[in-house]
């Protein structure tokens, strides 16, 4: 019996299966510092609608921190989003599979109308996937919040020493029981009422407080 040529099934398997522990027990060993936790917190327990905005090569602390929470997320139908759903759906995130140009709308009404039926309301956006530019908003991430009359939340992580992948987003992995902070930033409040111009100048202001976010805390560590 040959070999399969495309790994891809059998580490989709093996994310479903491990993936999700694995990022637990990573998590855990991290010495780990969190910052903005509890203004975040005391957000998500008065049920205001929380679209927590990741960029997406610095997800994995933000995964295994907001996993206890349930998160609502959307994920790619591309091969590399089986890995990326099997990983979620182990951390217990609801996932809805779709982008941009397969699937997208019916994920993303379908992640609408699932929080809509929740006390704590909260999703997770990587930003600026799922092909980049690197660390620059999407407008799905705005839309949402909008859509949910809620507050984006600015989510940076970083650690002392990581692995990172070679393509456009950077992805990083962090090693076993480095030092590493998150930090949930000031939630930033959309208006439900925007459109055209007016709503592409907004998305690109949270898309550089977003980033600002994210570069000071790399540039502090």
Avoid at 1 to 25: E, T
Avoid at 46 to 73: N, R
Wanted: net charge positive; hydrophobic share 40%; charged share 25%.
């Amino acid at each position: 019996m040959g070999l399969s040529r495309n790994p891809q099934p059998r580490i989709s398997q093996f994310a479903r299966r491990f993936g999700g522990s694995l990022v637990n027990l990573i998590g855990k060993s991290l010495r780990l510092e969190v910052r903005g936790w509890s203004r975040f917190l005391h957000l998500a327990k008065e049920g205001s609608p929380l679209v927590l905005q990741f960029w997406h090569g610095d997800m994995f602390i933000s995964w295994y921190l907001t996993a206890p929470l349930k998160p609502a997320a959307i994920v790619s139908q591309a091969g590399d989003g089986d890995i990326a759903s099997a990983v979620l759906e182990g951390l217990n995130y609801v996932t809805f599979r779709g982008s941009s140009t397969r699937g997208g709308r019916r994920a993303y009404l379908g992640m609408m109308r699932y929080l809509r039926k929740q006390d704590i309301k909260i999703s997770a956006f990587a930003s600026d996937g799922p092909r980049g530019p690197r660390r620059v908003m999407k407008p799905g991430t705005y839309s949402a919040a909008q859509h949910l009359n809620g507050y984006i939340v600015p989510v940076a992580t970083v650690s002392r020493w990581a692995l990172r992948a070679r393509g456009w987003d950077k992805f990083a992995i962090p090693i076993p029981f480095s030092r590493a902070i998150a930090s949930f930033g000031e939630p930033i409040k959309v208006n439900p009422k925007l459109r055209g111009k007016d709503m592409d100048e907004a998305i690109n202001k949270a898309s550089l407080l977003c980033k600002k976010h994210q570069d000071d805390l790399d540039n502090s560590f």
